[in-house]
């Protein structure tokens, strides 16, 4: 019989998750001050840096030492006519340098010159980045080498004074044989690697700092190919094993035959700027994240309504047992609903896969219109034209997110004005005949998904990004841009696509379409065939903390045939497999443990049975990943919650394997 939660247990987990809601809050606080300190760091450096829009040339930041070689804070300015004192943008500009053709970051460019207006000479490391608002902005890092240029001609007249200028360049900077034998470097690549002394860089062969030796052979055929290679950026490690992130510029000297006899190089350290440009970029992870959790509280609260007026409806038809047992469904349907909704935020949180089945996509849809019509505003129409009841294969709780990410797109371009929401699902034929353009799409019956609205459209010179993560026209704090591209990934991973139309004014119309299978079988015929057909009469340990998961998990598999024993620590359960480690056909563990974690407990047994079957199970963990828990020798690795059905459903899949 399916437990039925007590009051304490809800009250419980709202207390759960009251305090998830105040983590996130303070993850946040944390976010925004990391911010902070990405703007101290760039303030605390002694070069030049600005940040400026890639389109307007508006100068978005400057450092203060920036300021204090210009004598003022020129934010808001034109970079052109600040630095150049130019009526109209530089002729050395490189921002038509740092996009790639897909308009996404093209890594740096870098380059020298001299500053007419200050007659100063600069090396200029040029890169696209986000900003803190989500856009693309060029920043810049000039490092002042006037004095270097002053000092080259004089430097290079003798050896000593050609050592001079060696060990002062700023950069890293090596000669080496193509072999990789070190012949000369400076304190500063001494500095990068981690080198007691010169010696001991000159014994270590570059190699050897190679993460991939074999991206170094990469290396040397484009050297020999091009002659110099400016902007790599090498994966390279300290000689404690430490990795570091570096730009290198080489040059290679050639014999008369064209032969390579010699590589001298230039490596900038960049580690610490790439930790905090990853910093920037998890800030607008979880600013997306926030802006998630907030709507899906408002539906969670939904759902655990639902949940205590079924759980009351079941009580008091204790003595109907089928009333009493229609409303018990209804709850399985909630709590299954509950938990697609947490999978929601895990989804932008990190990447997971999701489990693809046999569904209709007119149920969810008529699920998700449900929570829309409670969370829009009144002078909203919505209109249904649902007609089709065909399968496709896809996990359903991604396509609900696209439902809802769309049909709230939707109801917030309409704003305070309202309108009319027309929402519909049909069947189509996709054949060679249709144009569909940069599509590499097959032909056959398609489901079509319709969102409709009579908002106020999308510029033509938008249509373009709509899918670009982090673009947004929604005013700051109304959205981060996120919602558009996790649709389109979302249907591209489906075999599905897209197709947009709008005219500025008049609303806009999104169709997406995923391909129809055959309906063999109901996905609710599936699951129950799942119950029935996944028997044995193996021994199986479980392991977990919470006792009511354990109490019916066994007895769900116990009623499939199954012999349990069970274990609410790791420690215990260890402690009885090494009495008896002949005994158990399979372990089923819980990752996050008191005393011992599911990958301890399961390290420690493969230790003892190299072979052992072993699922393990996790709400979240942020110290294993699937790919970590296969690498360990565990058989599956499934996110709860999970139900009896299929958990029954994958201990015959793995016993049936080890078998085979």
């Not at 976010?31 to 389109?55: C, G, H, M, P």
């Not at 007691?196 to 014994?203: I, K």
């Not at 569904?359 to 007609?387: D, F, H, M």
């Not at 359903?396 to 997110?401: A, C, D, G, R, V």
Request: aromatic fraction near 8%; charged fraction near 25%; hydrophobic fraction near 35%.
């Amino acid at each position: 019989m399916t437990h039925k939660p007590t009051y304490e247990e809800l009250e419980q987990e709202i207390k759960r998750l009251r305090h998830a809601e105040s983590e996130r809050r303070n993850a946040e606080e944390a976010l925004r001050a990391s911010q902070k300190r990405f703007l101290t760091v760039l303030n605390s450096l002694d070069a030049t840096i600005y940040v400026a829009d890639l389109e307007t040339y508006e100068i978005l930041f400057m450092n203060n030492y920036m300021k204090k070689v210009f004598k003022r804070d020129a934010t808001g300015e034109k970079c052109w006519k600040v630095f150049r004192e130019n009526l109209s943008p530089c002729s050395q500009c490189t921002n038509d340098k740092l996009l790639d053709e897909n308009n996404k970051p093209a890594g740096v460019c870098i380059w020298q010159g001299q500053n007419s207006f200050s007659e100063r000479w600069y090396i200029n490391y040029d890169r696209a980045i986000e900003w803190t608002d989500g856009r693309l902005v060029k920043l810049q890092i000039a490092i002042d080498i006037t004095d270097q240029k002053q000092a080259e001609e004089k430097l290079l007249k003798s050896e000593g004074q050609y050592r001079a200028y060696f060990e002062g360049i700023f950069s890293g900077t090596y000669i080496s044989t193509p072999e990789g034998k070190l012949v000369a470097c400076n304190k500063e690549y001494n500095k990068i690697f981690g080198f007691d002394n010169t010696q001991q860089a000159l014994e270590t062969p570059i190699h050897k700092l190679s993460v991939n030796p074999d991206e170094r052979l990469d290396f040397l055929s484009l050297l020999k190919r091009e002659k110099q290679v400016t902007g790599y950026e090498p994966n390279l490690k300290k000689i404690n094993g430490t990795p570091l992130h570096l730009i290198e510029n080489s040059s290679g000297v050639f014999d008369k035959k064209g032969n390579l006899t010699q590589i001298r190089g230039f490596l900038l350290d960049i580690t610490e700027q790439k930790k905090l440009e990853n910093q920037l970029i998890q800030a607008q992870k979880m600013e997306a994240i926030g802006t998630l959790a907030g709507g899906i509280a408002h539906d969670f609260n939904n759902i655990l309504s639902g949940i205590f007026g079924y759980a009351q409806l079941a009580e008091i038809h204790i003595n109907k047992p089928e009333k009493a047992k229609e409303y018990i469904e209804q709850l399985v349907k909630s709590g299954q609903r509950a938990a697609a909704l947490i999978r929601q935020i895990l989804t932008f949180s990190r990447q997971s896969e999701f489990k693809k089945r046999p569904l209709t996509v007119y149920a969810l849809l008529k699920e998700a219109l449900k929570l829309i019509r409670s969370s829009i505003p009144s002078n909203i129409l919505i209109k249904e034209n649902i007609l089709s009841k065909a399968m496709i294969i896809a996990d359903p709780t991604q396509i609900h997110q696209v439902i809802m990410n769309l049909c709230t797109n939707a109801y917030q371009s309409m704003g305070e004005k309202g309108g009319l929401l027309t929402v519909g699902l049909y069947e189509t034929i996709i054949s060679k005949q249709d144009s569909l353009p940069n599509l590499n799409i097959l032909t056959g019956k398609y489901i079509k998904l319709e969102v409709i609205d009579t908002g106020y459209g999308i510029d033509k010179k938008n249509m373009e990004k709509i899918f670009d993560p982090y673009f947004t026209t929604k005013e700051t704090g109304k959205g981060t841009g996120l919602g558009l591209a996790v649709v389109d990934g979302i249907v591209k991973k489906q075999n599905g696509f897209i197709k947009v139309f709008s005219k500025l004014g008049h609303g806009s119309k999104f169709q997406v379409f995923w391909p129809i299978i055959e309906q063999i079988i109901s996905p609710d015929d599936f699951m129950k065939k799942k119950i029935d057909l996944f028997t044995g009469t193996e021994k199986i340990m479980l392991v977990d903390d919470e006792p009511d998961i354990l109490k019916t998990l066994q007895i769900f598999l116990e009623r499939r045939g199954y012999k349990t024993k069970v274990f609410n620590d790791g420690k215990s359960a260890l402690k009885a497999f090494i009495k008896s480690p002949d005994y158990f056909d399979i372990i089923v563990t819980d990752m996050t443990m008191p005393h011992m974690a599911g990958d301890k407990l399961s390290k420690e047994i493969l230790k003892r049975r190299k072979n052992m079957p072993i699922i393990l199970c996790t709400g979240f963990s942020e110290t294993i990943s699937e790919d970590k828990a296969l690498g360990m020798g565990i058989c599956k690795y499934v996110q709860k919650p999970i139900t009896g059905a299929d958990l029954t459903a994958l201990i015959r899949e793995v016993l049936d394997n080890k078998k085979n």
